[in-house]
């Protein structure tokens, strides 16, 4: 393609996602200010999110059948990309880190979608799994990315057991749910958002592929089993996202969570927050 042709289809694209960013913060202004309640935010994400991956032109292909009423979706968690691919295939709603809320934007949207937030520290996951089962009891779904941060795509990290315990309580099925980006033409994987990235920069190169192709494979639904079965649960749904991505099934325990970890993540947090302010 000749260079002034791809730089303004390129051009153009950067206006549409501007425009459609714009649009997504009046409709969670929208939901925010209706006294009806009549709007439906999953609805609007939905079509929200798979306008915007045709903007990216990534094209999404859905595998294997999604499990009906209340459930925990758990997912392997690649990029902020993951969100959307997600949503996209269905109305959902997520859990992400209290950060999020006041991010620019991002907090807009995910506060419009009734994002449920978890703070960090010893006993925070309680609070959250007291709002998650009402929700799930009365058939509502709900994301989780049990790995608490992105890897490169071609491994799954340890997964955190400790919001299985919503499954468990309410009694809805776990559905693991397995997420692979292809490479581009020349073998570059541009999706993963990973280590020091910061969102301009990976929104920058992925406007520069010309495609990519999302799959999302619903993995067969896990039972939620009885109390004290969290870690049952996320060695289960880890193994089984494992083998769907064809990797080999950890044997590992499921993660625990460390004062360490906490805080190197919540430094890139904190680090991604001051790039987008």
Known sequence: MPPRLNWARRSLRVLQLLIHTVCGVLLAGAVK????????????????????????????????????????????????????????????????????????????????????????????????????????????????????????????????????????????????????????????????????DDLLSHLRRLLAVPSLTAALHYCPPLPPGSPGVREDLARSAQQSIERTLGLTPSTRRPRRISKWSDASETQVVRRQAQRLA
């Open 33 to 196: 200010l209706d006294p009806t309640a009549r709007l439906d935010p999953t609805r609007l994400g939905q079509w929200w999110a798979q306008r915007l991956l045709t903007i990216l032109n990534i094209r999404l292909t859905c595998h294997g059948q999604a499990a009906e009423g209340g459930r925990v979706i758990v997912a392997n968690h690649v990029s902020w990309l993951d969100i959307f691919v997600l949503l996209a295939a269905e109305p959902t709603r997520f859990v992400a880190k209290s950060e999020i809320r006041d991010w620019p934007i991002a907090g807009a949207l995910a506060n419009a979608l009734g994002t449920f937030y978890i703070r960090r520290g010893k006993g925070a996951s309680a609070p959250l799994v007291e709002r998650l089962v009402p929700h799930l009891q009365s058939g509502g779904v709900v994301v989780i990315f049990p790995e608490g941060t992105t890897s490169d795509g071609r491994q799954v990290l340890p997964f955190h057991p400790r919001l299985f315990a919503a499954a468990v309580e309410s009694g809805a099925v776990v559905q693991p749910v397995a997420l692979h980006y292809g490479a581009t033409a020349d073998g570059q994987h541009p999706a993963p958002f990973v280590g020091d």
